[in-house]
Each structure stands twice: as C-alpha cells, then as structure tokens.
C-alpha cells in the first residue's frame, strides 16, 4: 500500500487517485530567468523518481509542469541585458532542458509556458472577480483573501495569524489594498514591460494564477498530486488553492501535496552571498551528471540534505560496488558453466522488500539498503560460484528495473568484444599460467593493462574487465 505525505493533513495518508489508476500530478517548474541550481536539480530528481515510480506500480501517470517564462526578476533581468524578456526565457528554457536531460529527468509528459495561458488567465480573474473575490485598485487587480474562509489551510495557520505575521503582511506593500496580504491577480503595466490586452488595460498576470490557469485547463477542477519545494508553500501554495477553489467551487483543489525540502552546502545554506551557491550544470561538470543523479535518486525528496564533498564520494563509491557487481554478473551471463542455484526467491524477495521501501512516501534511502543487501547476497553467491547463466540474467534483470525506477544506469554494458590482438594475448597468457611461466604472465597481463584491460584470475581460468 502506497502511503504519501501530505502537506495539507500534514499526515502519512494512503494514496487513493481520483479516478482508479489514472493519477494527475503537476509540479511548479523553473522560472527562466538564470541557471538551475544544485538545489532545484535535487526537487526535480526527486519528483522524477516519483513519477517513475507512480509508473512502475501501474499507475497511469500524466506529469505537467509549467514554465514561469513572465515574472519580475526575469523582466528586469531581461532589460538589464537588453533583450526582450521572450529571448532571456528561451535561453533559460533551453539550459534547463539541457540540465533535465542530462540528469535523466525524462518523466515529464509536458511543459507549458505561462505566456500561452493569458485567455485562461483573463477567464479566472474575471469570474473571480464576478464572484466577489478579486478587486481593482490603481495597480491591478488583487485577490481578496479575507473572501476565503479557508486561507492559511496549506501553511496551517489561521487568518488573524497569518495577518499578524510581519514578514508575510510586507508581501506586495500597497495602501489601497483591502488587506495586508492579498495577492495580485493582474498587474498593470509599467514602463519597459511586456504586456497582453486585458479587460482591466494593458499588463501581465500574478505568478500564482499562472499555475491555476495550466493546471485546470489540463487537469479540470480537481487533481492528485501537486509537488514543489518547500518554500513554494506560501504564499505559492496556499494561493493556487485560494484561486482554485473560489473559482471552481470544488474543494479540495489537490488531494495530495508533497513538499520538497532543501539542501545544505558543506552544512550551510547555500545562498549567493555566502559564495556557495552552485548551479547544477557546475555540479554535472565536477561530478558527473550520472552521480549526481544517484545521489539525489537515493536520498528521500523530503529530506534536508548535505550536499558535501564527502557525500558526494560517498555516492561515487556507491555507484562504483553496484556497477562492479552487475559487470561481474554480465561476466557470468556469457559464459558457459554448471548449473548454479535458484535465484529467484532473492529476486521476488527483493522486489518485495524495495516496493515496501518505496511505499512508504517514496523511501528511496531504505530502497538503497535494499539493494546493497541483495548486492552483498549477489556477490555471496558469485563468490562461492553458485550462478549460472541464466540465473545471472534474471539478477541483471532486477537491475534493469531499479534503473527504470531510480533513472540511473546500474548496468554498464560490456563492450560486445576485445580486438582480436587481446583475444589471442588472453590465450597466450593462459597458456603461460598453464606451464606455470609466472613471468611471461605478468608480462602479458601488464601489456593489458596498459591497453585498458585488467585481468583477474581464479580457479577456473580469468576473466577481463575493462578499466573505467
Ligand atoms: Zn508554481
């Protein structure tokens, strides 16, 4: 039973879609303004390995994301360096594909620009508006958040809570609103904005009424699961709930909302002021984009973590036994021996344990410890030669579904053949070990080496590697 947490009831819930297997998730995506950062790659990895997994149970899963491709810091961004805010977000769209792609984040069905919503927009306002929740001032129209009676339900606080909360009381300063905290809906332009025809004049639309207008032209008035980072909980979240239920009149919105939390730097925030902020293209180039996505797969979404030198060796080691592993059980796979042990009660066994992992709101650290506990079985059996053939291709096989469910490539694919000249070394040198000519072996083994190829031997001859 798949149990996931949810922000609204802030309790571990079993998860029931709306509608049979079919499961509709929508995830705030980047605003294209600058380069993702390390901390961004970690919520989308994180969100991907849901995805995957919501797949992998049999759930028919359609995952949507939006582009915020109009948005304050862009537009300034954008006529600071003279471009048109369009050309600085379809810079920006493009490395962030980049980024995705190369860190295998490939479960996303589709991608919608803000831009392309402006009609749906315009629809929610003026029917809010109709509704008596949205009001005109000079500036643009505001959502009135004193209208609905459950606003603070996300965060869990109260309304007079909340207004008494001075941080959250300076979003948007203006005296004319009706209250501290309201929410703009449309802004009116200023100069050097870009800008769509509205029934309340030339503007653009609030940041959050982007996401209400994608979400419920694809998805309709209510949905299953919508995710983001942690600090995208209010007043993001709580919003999108406030626009959508007063616009719908369905309550709620989304049954389940799942947060991600954030990461450190070496134990600190990373922020650019410290000088320990880090893109992920950074992070791809240093690393490697295949560990990185191994340490963000096998580290729970909900959990704060240390993104730290030694963290990341650790994954690289990690990633290294697994690999080596499953090239040894490509070894046993090719090759011709006796009938070895039954491998497939580990195999259902550790499906088992790593669906029971996994079921608990997506638990991908204990589903780690899953595998390394069937590693240690797996090279058990290697060890004392139990594995035959087949057996080593259903053990592959197990491997193929963790890379289906974690997007990182465990098995590294042997290259089909060695070059005839290592072929006929490999024969000569077995024939030195066979009349015990020590020294001619070590010399051809060395040669190898040099040319990329270790050899290790056992009882029952050698077998070649390639060095990594
Ligand atoms: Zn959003």
Redesign the pocket.
Known sequence: MLRVSNTLSKTKEEFIPLEGKKVKMFV?GPTVYDYTHIGHAKSYIGFDVIARYLRYRGYDLFYLQ?ITDIEDRLIKRANEQEISAKELADEFTKKYFDDMNDLNVTSVDKYENATDYIPQIIEQIQKLAEKGYAYEIDDGVYFDVSRFEEYGKLIHRSFEDIMKDEKVSRIEPNPQKQNEIDFSLWKRKKPNEPSWDSPWGEGRPGWHIE?TAISITNFGAQYDIHG?GED?IFP?HEAEIAQAEAFTGRVPFVKYWLHNRFLRIEGQKMSKSLGNYITAREAIDKHGAEVIRFFFSFNPYYRLIDFSHHKIEEAKAKLSKIRNTTENLQILAESEGEKGVDVSELIKKTRENMISAMDDNFNSADALAVIFEFIRKVNDEIRKNEIDSEGAQELLNLFGEFEEIFGVVLVVKREEKLTPEHEQLIKEREEARANKDWAKADEIRDKLKEQGIVLEDSQTGSVWKRIK
């Open positions: 705030c939006n996401d983001g995208l993001h």
